[in-house]
């Protein structure tokens, strides 16, 4: 039995590491996180109602590349 239960915990350990690589990766490429957005939100700001996904997309993206449009360098 005890083998089974380590084994459950090392598969959990495994899948907390794949959602940590795949938050990981989209951040280095550009992807913002909505669900870490929301969670923020719901634990730090309750009363104010979060962003819908297309907003929070909008945001991010001109957060990102607002600065450098329309500039040459």
Not at 6 to 35: C, H, K, N, W
């Amino acid at each position: 039995m005890a083998e089974a239960t380590s084994g459950g915990g090392l598969l959990d350990e495994i899948g907390r590491a794949g959602r940590y690589l795949t938050q990981s990766f989209r951040l280095m490429v550009g992807v913002p996180d909505y669900g870490s957005y929301v969670a923020h939100m719901k634990a730090t700001h309750p009363d104010q109602a979060p962003m819908s996904y297309e907003a929070f997309f909008r945001e991010r993206q001109a957060a990102r590349y607002g600065a450098r449009m329309g500039r040459c360098c």
